[in-house]
């Protein structure tokens, strides 16, 4: 899933309750629905679903995965191979993943600018990618990595960037340039989550800074140099993790337990709906409200939430489902994660 004005140093930030009303209230959240999958290789898993700019959407994940299991180990298994297709109309569409060794899954889809990438080599949910790849239209093309592996993998109007962490310089953000990556300072965010933009001049970067605890951080682009956005000392320990940018004076965020809103001058932090797991996921609908997706947890899943109004609005899903990962399209939302023990796929409009 998958902008911004220029900040001042007296930008102000407001932890609120409750919360104000953002916009009038929409109509309910539309159901999602169930997608006919390609086939895939048991046991599957798909991780990520995310625009392609065209009105259909990428998905991603791993197929073939086993365990023979021997007590509690798991002393012979296979994380599996790669998953990656395109939704092209009412058909979904494979591409040859070039370069690609050993196992795992793809985890990370960025498109937008008229490119994709995608990142994988680990069977988990959130780990961090040793492969990365360019779509050049026919196939995925393999391109090399300043560091030892990417956390974080976003492309559009300002460029492409990945996040990387090596043993000698920990984490840090890069930029592609021409066939190479340029490190880019973002002061005041240590560790960057997301880098979204409207436009090459109009950009956010959300993250955390590092100390005792994790605190959370921003930044914007406004075409020229990165500028740290100050947040209250009221929002420590909880890190950025998505940011969408909507407008210059609509943008939105998340951390683990709160949505966030930026009105062009200050934020608002905006809780989680009630006994509701960990935030994992963000995507904007065409409408402008905010969609939220849980980290994976024990049954029965919470479904995702749509903003807006001032209230909290839950989607209603198919049972047994689990929706993970979310991408908002014109025609409406798409999710991905699992009905039952199966991967699954969702549309809603």
């Known amino acids: 899933m998958k902008r911004v004005i220029a900040v001042v140093a007296t930008a102000t930030v407001v932890l609120s309750l409750p919360v104000p009303a953002l916009a009038a209230a929409p109509a309910a959240a539309p159901a999602l629905r169930s997608v006919s999958l390609p086939f895939l290789w048991p046991w599957a898993q798909l991780f990520e679903v995310t625009a392609d700019g065209a009105g259909g959407v990428w998905i991603g994940g791993a197929q073939g995965k086993y365990c023979l299991r021997w007590g509690d180990l798991c002393p012979v298994y296979s994380d599996g191979n790669p998953v990656v297709r395109r939704r092209v109309g009412s058909s979904w569409k494979e591409y040859p993943i070039n370069g690609w060794t050993g196992q795992g899954g793809i985890g990370r889809i960025a498109s937008g600018a008229g490119e994709t990438w995608i990142g994988g080599g680990s069977s988990t949910r959130e780990a961090s990618s040793s492969y990365v790849a360019r779509f050049d239209g026919a196939a995925f093309q393999k391109v090399a990595i300043p560091t030892d592996s990417v956390s974080m993998l976003a492309t559009g109007p300002m460029g492409t960037f990945i996040s990387g962490w090596d043993l000698n310089a920990g984490d840090r953000l890069f930029k592609r340039t021409g066939d190479n990556w340029t490190v880019v300072q973002v002061p005041g965010v240590d560790y960057v989550a997301d880098v979204q933009a409207l436009s090459a001049t109009d950009g956010w970067a959300v993250g ?39 407008a210059a004076d609509d943008v939105w965020a998340i951390t683990r337990k709160h949505l966030a809103h930026w009105n062009g001058s200050a934020w608002t932090f905006i809780a989680a709906p009630a006994d509701y797991p960990d935030l994992a996921d963000l995507t904007v609908d065409a409408s402008g409200a905010p969609w939220v997706a849980p980290v994976e947890a024990a049954p029965p899943a919470k479904p995702p939430y749509r903003y807006g109004g001032g209230k909290w609005e839950t989607a209603t899903v198919p049972d047994g489902a689990a929706v993970l990962d979310l991408a908002a399209v014109p025609g409406g939302i798409w999710g991905v994660g699992t009905q039952g ?8 409009s």
């Open 341 to 348: 023990q199966d991967p699954a796929a969702f549309n809603g």
């Open 208 to 246: 955390h800074r590092d100390g005792l605890q994790q605190v959370p951080a921003v930044a914007h682009f406004d075409g020229a140099a990165w500028k740290s956005v100050p947040l209250p000392a009221g929002a420590d320990g909880e890190r950025f993790l998505k940011v969408v940018p909507v």
